[in-house]
């Protein structure tokens, strides 16, 4: 797949990939650093980092898509949907962890491709989130 993304141009290749939508916001572009973080994770944290930016994982966001539950509402903020998009980026009832740990109020899909690995799980297990 990494050869894909440096044949083709980014914006063409991520087009042609039909679906995945979180992943491609969160995965912007192959990143070596980010890489090597994951690498260095425990097979637990991997598979919770994994869930987060596929957004395959225990929220009701993606509950809801697979039957599992009838409402995909947020229980901290009751706002939005339950997704790791919203649950990383803009629930109002995270401020505070968010900025403790990421350093950031909220974020934006493009400052996401850029947390820190380490960073982005302790701001996970602080907020009790996917069974961390």
């Given at each position: ?43 637990n ?40 998009s ?18 950031y ?28």
């Amino acid at each position: 797949m990494i050869r894909n993304w440096k044949s083709q141009k980014l914006q063409e290749y991520r087009q042609s990939i039909h679906g995945q939508r979180q992943g491609k916001d969160f995965l912007k572009r192959p990143s070596v650093k980010r890489a090597g973080e994951l690498l260095n994770l425990s097979r637990n944290q991997l598979r919770i980092m994994s869930a987060l930016l596929t957004g395959h994982c225990h929220l009701k966001g993606h509950l809801l898509k697979i039957g599992m539950v009838d409402s995909p509402g947020c229980d901290r903020c009751h706002q939005a949907l339950e997704t790791a998009s919203h649950i990383l980026c803009d629930c109002e009832a995270l401020v505070v962890l968010r900025f403790m740990h990421l350093t950031y109020h909220f974020l934006q899909q493009d400052d996401s491709a850029n947390m820190s690995v380490s960073k982005t799980l302790h701001f996970v297990q602080s907020a009790e989130l996917l069974n961390a």
